[in-house]
């Protein structure tokens, strides 16, 4: 009867760790679809793209994109900042905006792809 109450005792410690290891898989599954819907619009992905070469501001990335407001274009980077992808910097009147780490891993990922 002991030796069936141990195999019991541990059977449900390994079922509590797959349990929480699987917990633990399914958040970092949604952190990473989180970080994708976040580049998941073509602007946001060229914004990230111009970021991995050099910070820049927002009037320096509307001239980059060309076609893009400075209302989109900063509305773009908000996003960007609320997923982490990219941090401002004050300078005087601007803010310029560089990669997190995050944002470069992204990046480099996303280079690796379209290379």
Same mark, same amino acid.
């Given at each position: 009867?002991?030796? $069936?109450? &141990?195999?019991?005792? /541990? /059977? ?6 797959? !349990? &929480? *290891?699987? *917990?633990?898989?399914? *958040?970092?599954i949604r952190r990473v679809a989180e970080l994708l819907? #976040? +580049?998941? @619009?073509?602007?946001?992905? #060229? +914004? ?5 070469? =050099?910070?820049?501001? !927002? &009037?320096?990335?509307?001239? @980059?994109?060309?076609? #893009?407001? #400075?209302? *989109? !274009?900063? %509305? ?5 900042? %609320? ?6 910097? =004050?300078?005087?009147? %601007?803010?310029?905006?560089?990669? $997190? ?7 480099? !990922?996303?280079?690796?792809? +379209?290379?």
């Amino acid at each position: 009867m002991a030796a $069936t109450t &141990t195999r019991a005792a /541990s /059977s449900s410690r390994t079922s509590k760790a797959s !349990v &929480t *290891a699987a *917990a633990r898989m399914l *958040a970092e599954i949604r952190r990473v679809a989180e970080l994708l819907k #976040q +580049v998941s @619009d073509p602007t946001r992905l #060229q +914004v990230l793209m111009l970021l991995s070469e =050099r910070e820049r501001n !927002v &009037t320096e990335l509307c001239a @980059d994109l060309g076609t #893009q407001s #400075q209302p *989109a !274009v900063s %509305h773009h980077l908000a996003l960007l900042r %609320h997923g982490r992808l990219i941090e401002p910097r =004050r300078s005087g009147k %601007h803010n310029y905006y560089a990669l $997190t780490e995050a944002g470069r891993e992204l990046a480099q !990922v996303v280079d690796t792809v +379209v290379g």
